[in-house]
């Protein structure tokens, strides 16, 4: 069974930083791509990063470029997700989700592909 275990969310002030991780299990991340998927009060979901686990290529929203970095650690079958400089806009549940080979579609609000999504972990920003 494919499980994503998202942790590391919490309230922040502005400016400051904070780290997400995703444990995932029941598959390898060789064949995906994995990553996060953000989703605000009122808004739509947003795709905040990901990356290609059989190239290891990144890909953020122009929106966090620069203040986000994702990483992962395929040994612990885990992704990371760095955050700094965060602004109350950040502010969301941020969701670990995988789709198999690529996450190109996340950034235009496609998720049809997703394969699994964590529960997700609730990232507060306030100024």
């Known amino acids: 069974e494919v499980q994503l275990v998202e942790s590391g969310g919490g309230s922040v002030q502005a400016g400051g930083s904070l780290r997400l991780s995703c444990a995932a299990s029941g598959f390898t991340l060789d064949d995906y791509a994995i990553g996060w998927i953000r989703q605000a009060p009122g808004k739509e979901r947003e795709g905040v990063s990901c990356i290609g686990e059989s190239d290891g290529s990144t890909r953020y929203a122009d929106s966090v470029k620069g203040r986000f970095t994702i990483s992962s650690d395929n040994a612990k079958n885990t992704v990371y997700l760095q955050m700094n400089n965060l602004k109350p806009e950040d502010t969301a549940v941020y969701y670990c989700?995988?789709?198999?080979?690529?996450?190109?579609?996340?950034?235009?609000?496609?998720?049809?592909?997703?394969?699994?999504w964590g529960k997700g972990t609730l990232v507060t920003v306030f100024s």
């Open positions: 989700a995988v789709e198999k080979w690529y996450c190109n579609s996340w950034f235009h609000h496609d998720y049809y592909g997703v394969d699994s």
